[in-house]
């Protein structure tokens, strides 16, 4: 057994596939999360930050065990990771950290951009909308069907 | 509690994208157990998402992949540093079989350092014992060509 063995301890035989899904998941749905992190984070220069943050995830690492769609979490830690640095960046501009500004109408594709793209939650859209939550839940869901349909 | 009516609220929708409360996500896994039309409702909602997803897939810039493979070699190592460091001070592990099945696709090895000096050495002797080759090969030859040379004078010489 060489130096390179030796030092791999006993975690080797558990570490040697993550690398191998980690590069099947990258080509998979590499693209998709991109995708996915630029709807949020238009640089991209941070997108590429958030893209890597989301492959070297540990959270990735468990997919390949689970019976979680991976598409989908994939999705939701890419989302996670863009809304995190894209925090980061306007705690630094603290100009940007004011609510959204009201137009006072609210079409799903509006609902669906303040929720899942800008991160607010539906306490604060239901607020600054005036629409209670069972409509702002049924506004993403018109949302996600107007796309099924066409 | 209306199924259909639970489907059709979004809450379904919302789970799958990550932008529901953590008491929405709980009740949504404890439905989804216990009502199979909302487990295929759910199904159907991931390809519908993941379709949607795909439909909007940008390809990463180029190099991106041999970042994310250099960072998780540098966090691996830095884990197992970590965890070595943990070693020393914790109580003595079983002992571990001298060997492991790795399976390695890798098509470098790896050596010794000192194979380094051992390589330039031997490349610094090849050159040295070349240059002598050909250094003595020359002079040998020249050589030759100096004995004919004395020979027909003398045998021009003897024939006078």
Known sequence: ?150 | MDIQQYIASGVLEAYLLGIASEEEQHEVQQMKVLYPEISSAIDDLEVVIESYCLENSVPPPTGTWELIEARTVRRDIKKREKSNDDGKTAEPQPEKPDYLEVAFSDTYIRVHKYWRIAFVAVFILSKIFLIAGLYYYFKADSQNQEIERLKTVIQQQSTR
């Open chain 1, 1 to 150: 057994m060489n130096e390179f063995d030796r030092s791999n301890g006993n975690g080797a035989l558990r570490q040697q596939q993550t690398p191998v899904d980690q590069r099947a998941l990258y080509d998979r749905f590499g693209a998709m999360a991109y995708g996915v992190i630029l709807q949020i984070l238009p640089q991209t220069h941070l997108a590429q930050e958030a893209l890597l943050q989301v492959f070297t995830s540990t959270q990735l690492a468990s997919f390949s065990n689970t019976t979680v769609n991976p598409a989908i979490s994939i999705i939701r830690v890419a989302r996670s990771k863009a809304l995190e640095l894209k925090g980061r960046l306007m705690e630094r501009d603290t100009a940007c950290q004011e609510p959204f500004s009201s137009t006072g109408s609210y079409s799903p594709e509006s609902v669906f951009d303040l929720s899942f793209r800008q991160g607010y939650s539906f306490e604060v859209i239901s607020e600054q909308s005036g629409l209670s939550k069972p409509e702002l839940l049924k506004a993403v869901r018109d949302f996600i069907h107007v796309f099924r349909r066409s």
